[in-house]
T-cell receptor, first 117, second 112 residues
Framework: DTGVSQNPRHKITKRGQNVTFRCDPI?????LYWYRQTLGQGPEFLTY????????KSRLLSDRFSAERPKGSFSTLEIQRTEQGDSAMYLC???????????????FGSGTQLSVL | KQEVTQIPAALSVPEGENLVLNCSFT??????LQWFRQDPGKGLTSLLL?????REQTSGRLNASLDKSSGRSTLYIAASQPGDSATYLC???????????FGKGTRLSVIA
């Protein structure tokens, strides 16, 4: 499978615990995005990387959230001291940087569904 | 701040019918617009991407149009099939280095 891979698929945790998700992008894609989606809503942008550099972070990303992309390959998203409001689907997407025509097709993973009890 | 609205929120049609999904955005200075499909509990699949200089894109039974000046896009699905049942999401980008902003989607059910 050469698509975007996310692990785990499901995570159930107790409030106050820390969780970490992993995303493996399509090989050689230089951009990697994290989005969060709750039921009945569209995905909300959290942060993105170009290679190993984190270029933008949403205001939604509180100081309890941290993302890394060491060596510009896989990425991890960590949530510390989880809250019930963190329950959502966390989606990862990867792409090539837009070409001169502005084409940038995002390929999404299947997501990690987080439930905070 | 860019905002994307999709109407209707849900749509149910009999198999074989042609249908139109609507998307509007508040800031017309977009870089491009994309339509995605999402099946329940799954990630998103890109369907069509329209650059700001383009008026439409076609792929098979799908046709997406863009009227940038009025801040609108439509996704036309011809001869709908039960396999088209999914949520369809519209997303816009304001520059090559800004992230996609999504609408809430239209949940489509095609009844056999």
């Amino acid at each position: 499978d050469t698509g975007v891979s996310q692990n785990p698929r499901h995570k159930i945790t107790k409030r106050g615990q820390n969780v970490t998700f992993r995303c493996d992008p399509i090989s050689e894609h230089n951009r990697l995005y994290w989005y969060r989606q709750t039921l009945g809503q569209g995905p909300e942008f959290l942060t993105y990387f170009q290679n190993e550099a984190q270029l933008e972070k949403s205001r939604l990303l509180s100081d309890r959230f941290s993302a890394e992309r060491p060596k510009g390959s896989f990425s991890t998203l960590e949530i510390q001291r989880t809250e019930q409001g963190d329950s959502a689907m966390y989606l990862c997407a990867s792409s090539w940087r837009p070409d001169r025509s502005g084409n940038e097709k995002l390929f999404f993973g299947s997501g990690t569904q987080l439930s905070v009890l | 701040k860019q905002e994307v609205t999709q109407i209707p929120a849900a749509l149910s049609v009999p198999e074989g019918e042609n249908l139109v999904l609507n998307c509007s955005f508040t800031d017309s200075a977009i870089y491009n617009l994309q339509w995605f499909r999402q099946d329940p509990g799954k990630g998103l699949t890109s369907l069509l991407l329209i650059q700001s200089s383009q008026r439409e894109q076609t792929s098979g039974r799908l046709n997406a149009s863009l009227d940038k000046s009025s801040g609108r896009s439509t996704l036309y699905i011809a001869a709908s099939q039960p396999g088209d049942s999914a949520t369809y999401l519209c997303a816009v980008r304001n520059s090559g280095n800004t992230p996609l902003v999504f609408g809430k989607g239209t949940r489509l059910s095609v009844i056999a």
